[in-house]
């Protein structure tokens, strides 16, 4: 069992940054973020893996950034630019497998961007 913390979140103006970051109760090999926006379905975000591989979706590249410290078990999710369609719960993810396998998820921070 995998516990994950998430903080960062908050209120943001279009165009500023905030920093997600997400703490696990023990290292694990894929850590990343999903998010969730008002009437639709959770997507990934980005995540990463403790050798470095990372993905992200279209929409957030060149914009956001995954990171991860393994000394912390923390992953950090820099988001720069932000516009309006940013605006959603953001989850916490990990996992022992690029795919499949057993997933943990943390509660979620709200990210709102006005306009």
């Known amino acids: 069992q995998v516990e994950l913390v998430e903080s960062g979140g908050g209120l943001a103006q279009v165009g500023d940054s905030l920093r997600l970051s997400c703490v696990a109760s023990?290292?694990?090999?894929?850590m990343g973020w999903y998010r969730q926006a008002p009437g639709k379905q959770r997507e990934l975000v980005a995540r990463?893996?403790?050798?470095?591989?990372?993905n992200y979706v279209d929409s957030v590249k060149d914009r956001f950034t995954v990171s991860r410290d393994d000394a912390e078990n923390s992953v950090y999710l820099q988001m720069n630019s932000l516009k309006p369609e940013d605006t959603a719960v953001y989850y916490c993810?990990?996992?022992?497998?690029?795919?499949?396998?057993?997933?943990?998820w943390g509660k979620g921070t709200l990210v709102t961007v006005s306009s």
């Open positions: 993810n990990a996992g022992e497998r690029w795919f499949g396998g057993v997933e943990y």
């Open positions: 023990r290292h694990i090999y894929v």
């Open positions: 990463i893996t403790s050798a470095g591989t990372t």
